[in-house]
Structure formats: structure tokens, C-alpha cells
């Protein structure tokens, strides 16, 4: 496909974008490590909802409706106590106020479609933000909305095959989930593969240490918020001429990540053309 | 007990404020595009974001919950478990899938048999 994009300039057509297909299957293979994570967890999940005696629809509504995982475990609880629908809406907010942050390097653009991005946007759980995080280029509309619809479904039928296996077994298999937390751990390392991350990775460890004293309930969170209180203020000493041992944003003038835009703009974008070539 | 209504209810609410947590920022963000501030944080964001979420993670597996007791063999459990995890992911060539099972099998031996 590249090939021939490239050795067929004279074409007036704009550079074809890879295929589509090829997009949504490598969108797919970079969730299998999520999967192994997420169908467990998920799994967990629906037996929960069948032994806090709630009906088995729940689980599939959950996770299609809302589609995140830590505030689904507790909404089980909440909902088995009759919590007031206020109380949920604040326990809620405060629990995926994280994904506030999310917005700052989740790359949307790549993203064309009303439908598509308003998915895109509301299925942007932390897996698919760790996911696109961890490989910051050549992001495309399909690959990045295929590694979503992946992650969901992967939850989703986690949550029906728990349902399925809360009928059937006594107990599940201690210990699958922490497939999360070794996601997040790998996930981590290669986000911060360079010595130039290692002052970011002292910092949030330090924004955990601060958040667990401060507020041990809300960790996660608080957590977040002191991590981008200290991004903020080395910005300030960076605006300021500081030498910081950080690494600085590459001016990315050719549009990078916008592969999928390239069809549609057919014409328009010659730049991105000559973007696409060497790759 | 929980009506069906009730549980549906939960579940919009639910969804609707973390679909507004998700979605607001981008349409907020879009003026600040252009800016040296948004552009260093979109850089230096996810190491931090990932290593908070593996901590705060490894935390709730190791249940070091603040105020309760420690239960030493768990915590023992999950820092055997994330260290295989480490150790595997840098010696068997960053192959995500790989590091994964390795952590996951050895918690799920330690958690079970140990």
C-alpha cells in the first residue's frame, strides 16, 4: 500500500491512507495485553452483579452505558444500598475526574465523524488512553476507534461470561486481576523508556506518596491533581528560561497523527503527502 | 428490592457524568492547541499518568489501604508479582503480552499456593 503510494505521485489523487482493514485489525492486536487484563476483570465484574442479587442485564447495561471499570464495581455496591441517584452522580465524578487530564494527549483529531468521535470520547477508559499514550505516533480514525470498540468488548463479554460463571462455579480464580496492574506497570515503562522521563516518573511517585498522606480515600485523584500542579509549575520555571532535565515537545509542523484525515482532505493537504512518504 | 427503573436510572447517571468528564476537556482544550503549555503537557503527561495509575494499582492489589492492617503476605504477594512483571518485560524484549502473563501467573500461583 505504501509502495504504491509513494512511487505513483503523479496521480491527482491525494496519498490513499492505508487501508481501512489493515487499520482496525492493528487497532485490535495492540489491546490483547489489555484483553488479558480487562475480560478477567470483566468477568469479575458480572459475578459480582449476580451475587449482590442484582439481575444479570445489569452487567452488559453498566458496561455499555457507562464503560468504566473501577466506578462499575462500585456502582454495584451503591445501587445494592439504594444510594441516592445524586450521591452517585458526586461518587462518580469523583472517582473518573482523572480522565479530565486524559484530554491533553489522547489523540481525538485522528478521529473524523460526529459518531466516531463522540465513541471515541466516551469510551476513553484508562487502557485506551495507556494504549495510545504508550505509542504517541501514527494514531489513525479507525485503528484508534477499532482499539476502543476491542477494549469494550473485551469488558463487555467479560462481564457476560462472569455472569455465566457465577451460575456455575463456587468461587472465581484469585488473583486474575492484578493482569491490570501488571498492564499499567508495562504500560508505564515503556511511556518512560528514556532517561529524560525518569524526573516525571519521580514526580508522580511522589504525587502518590503526598496523595496517600493527604487523602488516603481519594488517592487516585488527588494523586492526578498534584502531578499536574508540578507539571504546571516546571512549565513556569521552563517559561522562565530554567534549564529543566525534561524532555521538550517536538514542534510537530507535518500533521503526524491525522493519516485518516488525508482521504477525506483529499487535495487539499499536499503537506501531509509529503509527511506520509518516507514512512 | 431495586427497581428496574432505579438501576437504569444509576447506570444514565453514571454514564452521563463520566461522559462528561471525558468529553468536556477536549471541547475546553481547544483554544489552548496552540499553547506551549498545553503542548509540554501533552509531553510530559503520560509517564507520569501511567506510573501514578501502576502505583495507585499496585496499591489497591497489595491492599495497602491507609488505616487498615497491613497484611504482609499480600503486599509480599503483589511486589513479588510486579517485580517478575519488571524483571520479565526488560529481559524478554518489552513484549507486552509476554510480561503480563508472567506477573499475572506468578500472583495467581503466589495468591493460591503460596
Do not use: K
Not at chain 1, 452483579?49 to 468504566?68: D, I, K, M, N
Not at chain 1, 488512553?129 to 482499539?147: D, E, F, K, N
Not at chain 1, 486481576?177 to 515503556?190: N, Q, S, W
Amino acid at each position: 500500500m505504501l509502495t504504491i503510494m509513494s512511487s505513483s505521485p503523479a496521480s491527482s489523487r491525494a496519498p490513499v491512507p492505508p487501508s481501512r482493514w489493515a487499520e482496525v485489525r492493528s487497532g485490535v492486536a495492540v489491546t490483547l495485553g489489555a484483553g488479558l487484563g480487562l475480560f478477567p476483570l470483566g468477568m469479575a465484574f458480572g459475578m459480582l452483579v449476580v451475587q449482590a442479587g442484582l439481575p444479570a442485564w445489569v452487567a452488559p447495561l453498566f458496561s455499555l452505558v457507562v464503560f468504566a471499570g473501577s466506578v462499575e464495581l462500585l456502582l454495584v455496591s451503591l445501587v445494592v444500598a439504594g444510594t441516592p441517584l445524586l450521591t452517585i452522580a458526586v461518587t462518580v465524578f469523583l472517582v473518573n475526574f482523572r480522565h479530565v487530564f486524559y484530554a491533553f494527549s489522547f489523540p481525538l483529531g485522528v478521529v473524523r465523524g460526529r459518531l466516531a468521535r463522540i465513541y471515541s470520547m466516551g469510551a476513553l477508559i484508562d487502557e485506551a488512553y495507556a494504549i495510545a499514550a504508550a505509542q504517541p505516533r501514527g494514531w489513525t480514525g479507525p485503528r484508534l476507534v477499532a482499539m476502543q470498540v476491542a477494549l469494550q468488548a473485551y469488558w463487555v463479554l467479560g462481564g457476560l461470561a462472569g455472569v455465566a460463571v457465577a451460575w456455575l462455579l463456587p468461587g472465581p480464580v484469585e488473583g486474575l486481576e492484578f493482569a491490570l496492574v501488571a498492564l499499567f506497570i508495562v504500560l508505564a515503562m515503556d511511556a518512560a523508556r528514556t532517561r529524560a522521563q525518569l524526573p516525571l516518573v519521580v514526580a508522580a511517585a511522589v504525587a502518590v506518596g503526598v496523595a496517600l498522606l493527604l487523602a488516603p480515600a481519594q488517592v487516585l485523584v488527588v494523586a492526578f491533581a498534584l502531578y499536574a500542579a508540578a507539571l504546571i509549575a516546571f512549565h513556569v520555571l521552563a517559561a522562565r528560561g530554567t534549564a529543566l532535565p525534561l524532555p521538550e515537545p517536538v514542534p510537530v509542523t507535518g500533521p503526524v497523527p491525522v493519516v485518516a484525515a488525508a482521504g477525506e482532505r483529499a487535495g487539499t493537504d499536499a503537506e501531509s503527502g509529503a509527511g506520509e512518504a518516507p514512512r | 428490592m431495586t427497581g428496574t427503573a432505579y438501576l437504569v436510572a444509576a447506570a444514565v447517571v453514571a454514564g452521563l457524568v463520566t461522559f462528561c468528564l471525558r468529553a468536556l476537556p477536549f471541547a475546553l482544550l481547544q483554544p489552548l492547541r496552540e499553547s506551549v503549555l498545553a503542548a509540554r503537557l501533552a509531553v510530559w503527561m503520560p509517564a507520569g499518568v501511567l506510573t501514578i495509575l501502576a502505583l495507585v494499582m499496585l496499591l489497591d492489589a497489595a491492599a495497602l489501604a491507609p488505616g487498615e492492617p497491613v497484611d504482609g503476605t499480600r503486599v509480599a504477594h503483589a511486589l513479588i508479582a510486579a517485580a517478575v512483571t519488571v524483571v520479565v518485560h526488560l529481559l524478554a524484549g518489552r513484549r507486552t503480552l509476554v510480561s503480563i502473563a508472567a506477573g499475572t501467573l506468578a500472583y495467581v500461583l503466589l495468591v493460591n499456593l503460596a
